[in-house]
């Protein structure tokens, strides 16, 4: 599986309304004991990803997490741009996701989110 599509299942397992499927995407690239942890929350383990995502989609119905960048890499440490876009189209600011892999970078070991822009100093 090449970089890109392993970060966009990734975003997939975000954006799938059916909790099975949501489950297969996450599982075919989540390492044993990765976790995820952003400003709203920290994840040990699929299944607590997995809660969370749920409890994304409950409250936001319909939503899904879309890639906006390239996936940049360098000594196994991958970062890209998403947004979180509703139903209706609109979406929250941008985010950005740092995302430590396997050595074979097969597999997805810890994700860091960051919501929004940077500040200027």
């Known amino acids: 599986m090449s970089l ?11 954006s799938d309304q059916d909790a099975e499927r949501r489950r297969t995407l996450l599982l075919s690239v989540w390492g044993e004991g990765a976790t995820y942890t952003d400003p ?3 994840a ?3 299944n607590d990803l997995l809660v969370h995502i749920a409890g994304i989609q ?4 319909g939503a899904r997490i879309s890639r906006t960048s ?5 000594h196994g ?5 998403w947004k979180f876009v509703l139903p209706d189209g609109s979406s929250f600011p941008e985010g950005l996701d740092i995302a430590f892999l396997d050595a074979g970078q097969a597999r997805i070991t ?4 960051f919501f929004g822009p940077l500040a200027i100093a």
């Open 44 to 46: 040990d383990g699929a």
């Open 110 to 113: 810890r994700i860091i989110g």
């Open 70 to 74: 390239d996936v940049d890499i360098h």
């Open 77 to 81: 440490i991958a970062r890209f741009a």
């Open 40 to 42: 709203t929350v920290h």
């Open 4 to 14: 890109t599509h392993l970060i966009d299942t990734y975003c997939a397992a975000w």
């Open 58 to 61: 409950t409250r936001y119905p």
